[in-house]
């Protein structure tokens, strides 16, 4: 395993982009002969596959160089550990980056969440989530521009619990040194890369002295690495308080913080700018790198041309970014966001409009 001191994990950290910034990219797939580059798509389930088609659609139409290499990740399991198909595991740590969409667990089979499997499976260590007010779209909040950064892989949705005695049920948040010194100075880097002056980790070590405690400790030594950038402390309660009375203050640092943490903070901060269904996100690991829209796959409407192919558009836009198409990443990002504040009749309902999903995207490709 490469240390957090690696150059690979620390040109990695650079790679991850906010929305609207561009990054330092040091993806390390192979172009092939005719220039492009092989992407995993993960279509995902409900309406994961017309948002996919979508973003295929406004690809193509941008000449972007990708080819798109479908990979299966119904689960099996294996000694009652959830497994993803051995063709896709190799396909995905060859091609060293996918975008997927949204994935339902099947319940009542005893499988892991799936997208923990994949953080487990491609040791994703890191998930980045930017939120920014989109010009044009009016929620009760204009300014926020928030960097959220969680580590991805252990606190408490490393799934250790047990059963003491019948009624009580004990849930173990697990906390290790190597994990938070290797998130912590990913947000380090992932700060200076994009400009941002400070690293504010939020907690709850008064509560979690250990835990949390080491969690906190972990980035206040790694900031020592960075006399360039401040490091400050807040307590996730008092975070959720000051983020919903006024998200501008949070606009010049990049926020760190343990798995669940992260998880409720950054659908927070979604639902400051109109939901997850504007949300991008990204998984970062030492080798590979998954992209993501973060919301359901809401089967409930699939299939009936419905559905927002937005937050997907915008992680593939922070996926182009990552791999140095910034060009091409920029006229998709600039077409999807002013296609959303063009008016209603080419936004979808979720986001109060009346257009469909096809509608939505050829308009999207007008503005290519």
Known sequence: MLSARSPVLRAAARSSARMYSSSVAQFTGTKKANGHYTVNLIEGDGIGVEISQAVKDIYKAANVPIDWEPVDVTPSLINGKTTLP?????????????????????????????????????????????????????????????????????????????????????????????????VARYAFEHARSVGKPKVL???????????????????????????????????????????????????????????????????????????????PSGNMGDEVSIFEAVHGSAPDIAGKGLANPTALLLSSVMMLRHM???????????????????????????LKGDATTQHFTQQVISRL
């Open 86 to 182: 051995k063709d896709t595991v190799e396909s995905i740590k060859k091609n060293k980056i996918a975008l997927k969409g949204p994935l339902a667990t099947p319940v009542g089979k005893g499988h892991q969440s799936m997208n923990l499997t994949l953080r487990k499976t491609f040791g994703l260590f890191a998930n980045v989530r930017p939120c920014k007010s989109v010009v044009g779209y009016k929620t009760p909040y204009e300014n926020v521009d928030t960097v959220l950064i969680r580590e991805n892989t252990e606190g408490e949705y490393a799934g250790i619990e047990h059963t003491v005695v019948p009624g009580v049920v004990q849930s173990i948040k697990l906390i290790t040194r190597e994990a938070s010194t290797r």
């Open 201 to 279: 980790v939020v907690h709850k070590a008064t509560l979690m002295k250990y835990g949390d405690g080491l969690f906190l400790e972990c980035v206040q030594d790694v900031s020592k690495d960075y006399p360039d950038i401040k490091v400050d402390t807040e307590l996730i309660d008092n975070t959720c308080l000051k983020m919903v009375t006024d998200p501008g203050q949070y606009k010049d640092c990049v926020m760190v913080m343990p798995n669940l943490y992260g998880d409720i903070m950054s659908d927070l901060c979604s639902g400051l700018i109109g939901g997850l269904g504007l949300t």
């Open 324 to 350: 140095g198409l910034n060009d091409h990443a920029t006229k998709i990002e600039k077409a999807v966001l002013d296609t959303i504040a063009s008016g209603p009749e080419n936004r979808t309902k979720d």
